[in-house]
């Protein structure tokens, strides 16, 4: 059974930085894309940064420059480095994984960390 646990949020301030960590169990991790997800209250789930198995990277545009996605499969944990937060940023970060299965893709969220930008 494929879990993921996300760490790291929490309350900062315009222009701090956060970093969110997911570590993954159940799963061989390096043959598995990832990503980052977010909510805000009244407002739809949203793509924040992906990486392939290969290390392939791609953004949401707001968060370009800002965010940093990276993959640690030693450490079977994915993580999301948060610069120059805004208030805009408060969310509900969710971990997600897509995991290759045979002619079909499976997919694992974690339970989602707030991360809570004050201005």
């Known amino acids: 059974q494929v879990q993921l646990v996300e760490s790291g949020g929490g309350l900062v301030q315009a222009g701090g930085s956060l970093r969110l960590s997911c570590v993954a169990s159940?799963?061989?991790?390096?043959?598995?894309?990832l990503g980052w997800y977010r909510q805000a209250p009244g407002k739809q789930r949203e793509l924040v940064a992906t990486?392939?198995?290969?290390?392939?990277?791609n953004y949401l545009d707001s968060v370009k420059g800002r965010f940093t996605i990276s993959r640690d499969n030693a450490k079977n944990t994915v993580y999301l480095q948060m610069n120059s937060l805004k208030p805009e940023d408060t969310a509900v970060y969710y971990c997600?994984?897509?995991?290759?299965?045979?002619?079909?893709?499976?997919?694992?969220w974690g339970q989602g960390t707030q991360v809570t930008v004050s201005s």
């Open positions: 997600k994984l897509t995991k290759p299965g045979l002619g079909a893709y499976e997919y694992y």
């Open positions: 159940g799963t061989i991790f390096s043959v598995n894309a």
């Open positions: 990486i392939t198995r290969g290390g392939s990277t």
